[in-house]
């Protein structure tokens, strides 16, 4: 066991990889143990963050931390929030300045609150079921592999300016404390739902086949049995209108949760992004194939494209077009 947290003005918890790697380690531990030294702020070094137990220690401890919070990890930002937000650690998103670098075509343009009033697809969750005021600011480790880059943004987060009579402040203040809880844990696969996208369409328990999905007392959809996932099989993904399913450890960066996915109502034709083995294979068709393999896998009969799921995603493609599609469709009319 390890002693309680106190109650300061950020907790920063450092999720571990799953590789040994000794450069990544070396980070997570350079990062930890500097990040201690700051005055005010608590460092919680866990075990990494998919794989941990629902019930185990490691998640009833980061339930407890009250106020913001700095999360470190090797998974995308987006999907890290909504692993937390799965396991009622839940807040608002906080703003930072190291993240993913977008080419300029796919950087996120400010959505149109008319064409989300018209578009009944835009209407998620979220919206419905808003989460707690304290932030939640999460740093990728991927994205450098000098522990300076991380303080520095620490101390920007915190407030700290980067300056010699800061630094000194820093050090003659009383710091935080460094706790690590070593919890055993088992490589995990199961869905994780952004819920700033999600619809509640239902189109992934209707398609998944495993039990995986279900509803809660209010009719929210949410991942009921992660355990009864199949190990690889990221199908359910690709048939999300609102690209709101997320698969943390797919090799694909717009499954593993990248931020460089629409964010808008309807599915676009994202196959090279989403990890298709053939660029011109329908995301659909390359769904239903790969639940189709996972089904002869557990011995039970293939089911190909069936005739509900063809008519929901008709249903979905003839709703309101958005401006991309839109773009597209004028694109086609040029005849290049």
């Known amino acids: 066991m390890i002693q309680s947290l106190s109650s300061p003005t950020f907790t920063i918890v450092v999720s571990k990889g799953q590789s040994r790697a000794p450069d990544k380690r070396s980070l997570e ?13 608590d460092v919680l070094v866990v075990p990494h963050l998919y794989d941990l137990a629902p019930k185990g220690e490691t ?9 913001d919070i700095i999360l470190l990890t ?27 670098v977008l080419d300029e075509d796919e950087e996120e343009e400010p959505t149109d609150p008319e064409a989300m009033d018209e578009n009944p697809l835009t209407e998620t969750v979220l919206e419905d079921h808003p989460r707690p005021d304290r932030r939640i600011f999460t740093l ?4 450098a592999t000098d522990p300076q880059t991380y303080l520095d943004e620490i101390d920007r987060i915190c407030g700290l300016e980067a ?12 710091p935080g404390g460094l ?6 844990t088992n490589r995990r696969w199961y869905p994780v739902i952004d819920f700033s996208r999600c619809t509640n369409c239902m189109e992934c328990i209707d398609f998944c086949l495993f039990g995986v999905y279900g509803v809660d007392d209010v009719e929210t959809i949410l991942v009921e049995q992660p355990d009864s996932c199949r190990k690889g099989c990221p199908a359910c993904s690709r048939v999300c209108p609102a690209n709101a399913i997320i698969f943390p450890q797919h090799k694909a960066p717009g499954i593993a949760g990248s931020a460089a996915v629409d964010g808008g109502g309807l599915k676009i034709d994202l ?10 294979e329908d995301p659909i068709a390359t769904a239903a194939r790969e639940r ?7 011995g039970r009969n293939a089911v190909g494209i069936d005739d509900q799921l063809a008519k929901r995603q008709a249903d979905i493609q003839a709703g309101p077009a958005d401006e991309l599609d839109q773009l597209l469709d004028e694109l086609d009319a040029l005849d290049l």
Not at 32 to 40: C, D, I, K, L
Not at 59 to 67: K, V
Not at 163 to 174: D, L, N, R
């Open 29 to 41: 531990a350079t990062v930890a143990e500097a990040a201690a030294t700051r005055a005010g702020v």
């Open 59 to 67: 998640i009833q401890r980061l339930r407890a931390i009250e106020g």
């Open 74 to 100: 090797w998974i995308f930002p987006r999907a890290a929030h909504w692993v937390f937000d799965r396991a009622g650690i839940r807040g608002q998103f906080g703003e930072v300045s190291l993240k993913e």
């Open 140 to 143: 990728d480790l991927r994205l």
């Open 163 to 174: 300056t010699p009579s800061t630094a000194s402040a820093v050090k003659q203040a009383e």
């Open 179 to 184: 706790f690590q809880i070593e919890e055993p």
């Open 271 to 280: 196959s090279l992004l989403f990890g298709a083995p053939d660029k011109d």
């Open 292 to 298: 189709d393999e996972q089904l002869l896998l557990a």
